[in-house]
């Protein structure tokens, strides 16, 4: 009984220091021990004895007085501490692959990225080189004192819990069993598809301490519309990922706009991606072929052409704006959310192109003008996959602290 008590004890002080974390990290103002009291129901003596071992491990430290409480006593803030705890965030995508390493404290500790024409890449060429990066970075976080808490791994396709990529038809990648690969063997991230990835970047505090941007709070409901050279979506409800029963949610890329349109790589026909994905958009615009569709260069020359008004490249852009504003009410109306935020080629674009958007979207929603949807550029738009992967990583010391702390 004595052991089983004990156990329990743990999982209850383990439960409450993630709450607490999520708290803190969550918070657009500094908190002190008696505000995270009042915030997560526990008592002062509770938090006392959780904020002490956490102010042990160095994962908060005490900031400078300010103000005075009721008693006369001074509130002293509680800041995240950087310098000990990071995650790593692994990815592939259609541009090239590298690796990026979060602290706690939102700060950017390492990051490779390498430039790559991805379509058709060698798969275990690119994990063997994945594993060259992250070696790379695990040597100089052992040298920095760091302890990595978690690793997260962005692709694009649809991923399984057991660790299987079904498939990345923009890499040209079916049926890979990621656990032969050695990266995936020493690390064991967390695999998810890049859109998922890419959405949890945008939600603040999710596993950093981000500044709040004021438009997306932590608990907030949104759609995000990762726009490359495939277009992915995941829907967060309250903060977290819908992922669906099997994970394969949000697959708006695929959603068809015309049944008798263009053949998708899906198979499918009129698929939003053969319309507003930006290999499809550079390749109709006349700018490259298909195969080289997908480099930066290409990329920079048909949103030049669009500032420019060149016909064949407006008469492009005006098609995919018909095309995503279809889909995003169509998700708006199966989803009930009323935010969409977009990554990726459309966030380059200037804000009146997503104003324009904005205002196709609105009156097909069918609770319009009950329902104002509002079409936002994402906040996170440089690697958002790569960095929600980090963050993914991280979540492992937030759900679980007392594994990385040290208890007297």
Request: glycine share 10%; aromatic share 4%.
């Amino acid at each position: 009984m004595a052991s089983l008590r004990s156990i329990n004890q743990d999982d209850l002080r383990n439960h409450n220091l993630s709450v607490v974390l999520d708290s803190l990290l969550r918070a657009t103002e500094p908190m002190s021990r008696a505000d995270l009291a009042k915030k997560t129901g526990l008592t002062k003596a509770a938090m006392s004895v959780l904020v002490s071992l956490m102010l042990d491990n160095e994962i908060l430290v005490e900031g400078a007085p300010s103000g005075q409480s009721l008693y006369g006593r001074p509130s002293i803030p509680l800041e995240i501490k950087g310098g000990r705890l990071c995650g790593m965030g692994l990815q592939a995508n259609t541009d090239g692959y590298g690796v990026v390493v979060l602290d706690l404290d939102g700060s950017v500790v390492g990051e490779q990225w390498v430039d790559a024409d991805m379509a058709n890449a060698d798969e275990r060429a690119i994990f063997a080189r994945l594993d060259e990066l992250a070696l790379q970075q695990e040597e100089a976080l052992a040298k920095k004192g760091y302890v990595l808490a978690g690793t997260g791994l962005a692709l694009p396709g649809l991923v399984t819990d057991d660790m299987r990529l079904l498939g990345a038809r923009n890499l040209g990648w079916e049926r890979l069993d990621l656990k032969q690969f050695d990266v995936v063997k020493r690390l064991d991230p967390v695999a998810c598809n890049e859109a998922n990835a890419a959405a949890l970047a945008q939600v603040p505090g999710y596993a950093t301490q981000r500044k709040d941007s004021g438009r997306i709070k932590p608990t907030d409901s949104f759609l995000y519309m990762s726009t490359d050279v495939g277009i992915g979506g995941a829907v967060i409800r309250e903060g977290r990922v819908v992922s669906g029963d099997h994970g394969f949610g949000g697959e708006l890329g695929h959603v068809s706009v015309d049944m008798r349109g263009p053949v998708c790589r899906c198979g499918r026909r009129g698929c939003l991606e053969v319309y507003a994905g930006r290999r499809s958009m550079v390749s109709a615009a006349g700018i490259a072929s298909s195969d080289a569709a997908a480099t930066r260069s290409a990329i920079d020359e048909l949103i030049d052409r669009w500032h420019q008004r060149d016909a064949q490249t407006v008469a492009v852009v005006e098609k995919a704006l018909e095309a995503m504003a279809s889909v995003i009410a169509s998700t708006i109306n199966v989803c009930d959310v009323d935010v969409v935020m977009l990554g990726g080629l459309w966030a380059r674009f200037e804000p009146e192109l997503i104003r324009r958007i904005e205002r196709m979207v609105r009156p097909q929603v069918l609770a319009y003008p009950e329902i104002e949807a509002s079409v936002l550029v994402a906040d996170i738009v440089d690697r958002p996959a790569l960095m929600g992967a980090a963050e993914i990583g991280l979540r492992r010391f937030i759900d679980n602290p007392l594994r990385f702390m040290k208890q007297n």
